[in-house]
């Protein structure tokens, strides 16, 4: 009992934590004197504080501009989550609706081709929640939910792996229907950093020998929407995912041009962390949207 009030009596003030949060998500001292109601002198004089009584530099300064220290991006990382559940669980408790968002980060193609489609809903189950879809994760704020592409979810989550990448190959309806056309296109690629991904490597040791694919060049593209536009435009034949092109697929835009498939190794995982699962709002959205997506499809479904 001594020990643990001794730590509690070493701990900062709650004032001083608030006012680094502030600022650190800002970074500026006149913007955090503003939200506070204080002084910017008064904010100056608790970052001091705060950095003194933890021996450490919190901010770099230079000239009217300041950023975080590798030390203070560390520190306000988990001031900034705390303070934060801590209004999340004051609003919970009250049954406060004011001002509400739920976060939630997807990777860009996903959340443009499939996530969008599912969300008509949100109204309805949500009224008084705003959402805000994120493509890049943000130190300033704090994702409700996450979408993770990989072979594995976040150690430590309750997670949910929503799909398994089917990758086909796919052309437009016009080149599916002229054989020699296609034959005469392109093989499209998607490539980042510089470097090809083997999409079409990984099909062709499956089916190597289809006899009306493109021999005569390739094209490559920065991004998977790119190559998709490729293809719909009757420009050649690209390797997607069929997760990522249900709309074309079902309306005919584009076509499957054989039944081989490759199955993962990567999917999508819904996940929502430890400090997450105690927030009403962050569970209920991760329950909802698990049953919108429903099981996860295999490639003979």
Known sequence: MVQGSRN???????TSLRTFSVVGKCLS???????LGVTQSAVSR????????????????????????????????RVFETFGLMADAVSDATGSSQQQKLNILAPPTLAARWL??????????????????????????????VIQFGTHPTAGSENLQLLVEQHIAVCSRKLFEDREAMRTSCLLHVFDNGQRFPLWQDWLEIEPDHPD????????????????????????????????????????????ISP??????????????A?????????????????????TKDASE
């Open 116 to 145: 969008t489609r599912r969300l008509s809903s949100y109204p309805h189950e949500f009224p008084e929640i705003e959402l805000a879809v994120h493509t890049m994760a943000r130190p300033d704020i704090r994702m409700d939910c």
């Open 8 to 14: 509690m009596k070493s701990l900062p003030s709650l």
């Open 275 to 295: 400090e997450n699962q105690a927030k009403g709002r962050s569970v209920k959205f991760f329950r909802w949207l698990r049953n919108v997506a429903g099981p």
């Open 46 to 77: 608790q970052i001091k504080s705060l950095e003194e009584s933890l021996d450490l530099k919190l901010f770099d300064r230079v000239g009217n501009s300041i950023s975080l220290t590798i030390s203070g991006q560390s520190l306000h990382k």
């Open 260 to 273: 081989t498939t490759v199955v993962g190794p990567n999917g999508y995982w819904l996940e929502i962390s």
């Open 29 to 35: 001292f006149t913007e955090a004197a503003r939200q």
């Open 213 to 256: 694919l493109p021999t005569q060049g390739s094209m490559e593209f920065a991004s998977l929407e790119l190559a998709i536009q490729a293809a719909k435009n009757s420009v050649g034949v690209a390797i997607v995912d069929r997760n990522m092109i249900e709309y074309e697929l079902n309306a005919g835009s584009l076509v499957q």
